[in-house]
């Protein structure tokens, strides 16, 4: 095939899943909204020819065959049998291993040596051993101020501005059962449950973060209006969060610092735990490497088994985007070269 046929496959594809995809983010919002179970991806997806999309001969097209092939990928996995079984199991310690082991099962069936590099073709972060900061305490809590919290709205505002976006290309949900950000060809649309207090204005900045950077690849090709990885778009996210310190009043800032110390040593356990089930084979990795166990906690990684690594990334690789930078992030789209980048 010639570099023109690279290009023509791409767009065919593209303009055939921008239509599937509108639906599905449409059910996926749907789903978030009243508590239903997340919708599968669009059978197209599963075509074994995305797969093999490729243009080597330009990033951008090269990037834009990768975001297919990425989707295709995630849609796969998802409808293989070991893994339809797995994510039927209990939301308990047992179930979480029976995930971790049908993503070892289902590793060469997609054509990845192992479950770590399938992971890494998922979510652009290899299980890792890192080791969590264990001589770190949590020390006292700081004690909740009896002052206002900004709202979501101010939230995005600052973080819009910070990112050189426009807030109003950020559509919100915010009476939602769960958190999560939609992209669709529209724009895209970041949902959260109320906000109510400072855990769940945490929450929000996290998906406004995703939302902020989303924007800024509005008007970009199908497969080029993406994130280059899903460990660079939560460290994005990750920035947000922070942000939200400089937002709030000094007192809340410390009650947030606190806090989110404490998830950055809980978000490398778990990239611990994942290390051992998927890499060492452990059946009792999170007896091992986190400890009791705890259904909100372990909530992630019972969703997307074998992300834990992506979320742990994003904390050490600590973003400090100056203004406008991540408009001009969102410009390159999927062909953007993160390396260097601070």
């Not at 939560?234 to 937002?247: D, F, G, Y």
């Amino acid at each position: 095939m010639t570099a023109f046929d690279d290009e023509l496959a791409v767009e065919a594809w593209e303009g055939r899943l921008a239509p599937l995809l509108d639906q599905h983010g449409a059910a996926v919002i749907a789903a978030l909204r009243t508590g239903a179970p997340r919708p599968p991806w669009p059978d197209a997806l599963r075509t074994p020819a995305l797969a093999r999309l490729a243009a080597p001969h330009d990033p951008a097209w090269a990037a834009r065959a990768r975001t297919l092939a990425r989707w295709s990928l995630a849609a796969r996995l998802e409808a293989t049998p070991v893994m339809i079984a797995a994510r039927r199991t209990p939301a308990t310690a047992a179930g979480l291993a029976a995930r971790h082991a049908a993503l070892r099962t289902a590793a060469a069936s997609l054509g990845h040596p192992d479950a770590g590099a399938l992971v890494d073709a998922l979510y652009g972060a290899r299980p890792s051993a890192a080791p969590a900061d264990d001589d770190a305490t949590d020390g006292p809590a700081p004690s909740i101020p009896a002052l206002p919290l900004p709202t979501w709205v101010e939230v995005r505002a600052a973080l819009a501005a910070h990112a050189g976006v426009d807030p109003r290309a950020v559509a919100v949900i915010d009476d939602a059962h769960a958190a999560a950000t939609v992209l669709t060809t529209a724009g895209a649309v970041c949902a959260f449950p109320p906000v109510t207090d400072l855990g769940s204005l945490t929450v929000a900045a996290h998906e406004l973060g995703h939302g902020v950077y989303a924007a800024a690849m509005r008007g970009l090709p199908l497969g080029l209006a993406a994130a280059p990885s899903r460990r660079f778009d939560e460290a994005v996210a990750a920035w947000a969060v922070r942000a939200l310190e400089e937002v709030l009043p000094p007192a809340w800032a410390v009650v947030a610092a606190w806090r989110r110390q404490r998830g950055v040593r809980a978000r490398a356990r778990l990239a611990q735990c994942e290390h051992a089930a998927l890499v060492l084979g452990d059946a009792d990795a999170w007896a091992r490497a986190v400890g009791p166990w705890r259904p909100a906690l372990a909530q992630a990684l019972l969703d997307e088994p074998g992300v834990a690594a992506t979320y742990a990334a994003a904390d050490r690789r600590a973003l400090t985007p100056g203004p406008g930078q991540i408009a001009a992030w969102g410009q390159a789209g999927a062909a953007l070269s993160v390396a260097g980048l601070a």
